[in-house]
């Protein structure tokens, strides 16, 4: 054979390998739908609000719930050739009456399962019931073949506590594992979850279990899935967050420092994502909150992971309900109603008040906030102040934003009932193991609570929004030029009835004045105290002075004649404070009244770099700055003059 033949001979036997290969090649690629969601805090229901739902489409402005997302998932399943996997990155539990009979009812993973949820991780609310607590719902679930898989790879155990035995037992059976294997049409997928660094601080009610670093345990599982399980494909859900900010959040780094993880499921943040954020080869996406959007991501899995399409969709009236879903949604309330409602002569469709104005939450002053931080002095107050004792008096009261988890919206109608006021606050349980956290007080000198609206000024703008704090009771200015932990100036106690007066706030003063919060945000004064080198340490006391130690101990009784603590749960202060209110129109229901329409000014930001406004009523910690900058001063000027001396020396020295 000539050379020119051979030439010919290797260039066709190159076409036809090419055109038989690259079938094959295509055939290996294979496409696969994620849908998935995050941080549904128990949101069964369209809601903002409630009553406004419809079971008609195009009617009402009502977003989220549970039987518009059955739809989808129905709806997308059916348009689909390719598998379709759900998906949700935790805290799907928390926020609503449904969390209320969870220990019971288990009512948010039995619907999930329904609709088709694959995998779910744990965030950090999914513990705010404690461990063992955790561990009933989800035997509970599991009895009821209504337990989806769920993951979660850094968790701890402590072996030497028993109150985290039953979560314990729970991961031993494989009610919750480190991670999962699921084929799918020859697909190999690998899930794991994680809780990341900031959900795990926030996860107060968690202990004994704590969390191990996340990205030492990505890593460790990624090793498992890829080396010895021979997935195509991982997955993780991960209870961890995106920022606003491109390449500072927590999921961007674990994708930065993990190689291997194809999908990153976000949640924790309330962040959405437009288009997936591509981070070392991973994709990463985050649909929102409370069920309001659902992410679909289309990929294909071949050598590499490509992006096929994504799309955030909207969950709203545009979408109809699954009848079914909302009949059994429609029978959880009336479980509700009757088993946790009328302990407190209660209906979750009770009307309590109305409103001509929405009331919205925001990271700064606002009207929701400035109504519940009202709601929790007044409530302790009508409780436990006793009128021969002036002192016991509530004299300011705080909620943290984070704590603040819905406002209130006047709809169509403007009724409030006792199911959407208990949306605003609804986290949490008591010492006495019902919903709802505790109200505690206790007593600070003038100078602590200084430092305690100093979280606001200084720490907030480094630990986020959730650590805004709504006040009642108090007004102050400050000036964001001053030292860090000292930019407040000038304090003013009262209310909008009676006026504000000037408060002594010096470190010399040794009254003691009585603040009121929930049991939660009083577990993280020592925190504060430790997170600023006890700067802004503040603690606890009781009437006498005395140090109290243990935050159960703050627990207000809301009657001292019955054995035990009967504890003023927080939800409970809006619904009655919001009772209380006079009925304007004369309709026989109470209407919030128009002051919260506007912000109080509580908080007066005074832009200054004058000297005097820089100092003025300094703690130690601004006159230390300012000794600093004096001494740099001088500093400069001695080796200028130095320096002037050396270059210039028949100036600088006296003629003899």
Known sequence: MCSKQKSLFIFFTFILTFIIATPLVTAKEQKLTIIHSNDIHSHLMSFSPSMDFTYEVNDDSTVGGIARIATVIKNIKSKRKNPVIVVDAGDFMMGSIFHTLAPEKAFELKIMKKIGYDMLTLGNHEFDLTPNILAKILNKANENNSLPPIVLSNMKFNLYDKRDDTLFDAFQKGLIKNYRVKKINGLKIGFFGLIGKDAAFKAKYSEPVSFKDPVKSARTIVKVLRDVEKVDLVVCLSHSGLKRKRGVSEDENLAQKVKGIDVIISGHSHTTTDRPIRVNGTLIVQSGYYGKNLGILDISKGAKVKLSSYKLLKIDDKISSDLSILREISDYRNEIDKEFFSKYDLESRKIIGET????????????????????????????????????????????????????????????????????????????????????????????????????????????GDSFFLHISGVKFKYNPNRMIFDKISEIYLGSEESGYTAFDYSKSRKKLFRIATNIYVASFLKEVGKRTYNILKIIPKNSNGIPINNVKDLIVDADNTIDGIQELKEWKAPVEYIASFKDTNGNGIPDIPLSYSKKKGIITVEKSVNPYELIKNGTFITWVGFLCVIGVFFIFIFITGFILNKIYPDKFTRNS
């Open 356 to 463: 001509t104005f929405d009331l919205k939450r925001e990271a700064a002053e606002c009207s929701i906030g400035n109504l519940l931080s009202d709601s929790i002095k007044w409530y302790v107050n009508k409780h436990s102040y006793n009128k021969d004792n002036p002192d016991s008096k509530v004299i300011g009261s705080i909620i943290a934003h984070g704590m603040v988890r819905e406002g209130l919206m006047k709809g169509k109608t403007g009724k409030l009932s006792v199911g959407e006021i208990f949306k605003t606050v609804p986290m949490g349980i008591g010492e006495d193991l019902s919903m709802g956290y505790p109200l505690v007080s206790f007593y600070i000198y003038p100078h602590e609570l200084k430092k305690g609206l100093e979280i606001i000024t200084s720490l907030r703008p480094i630990i």
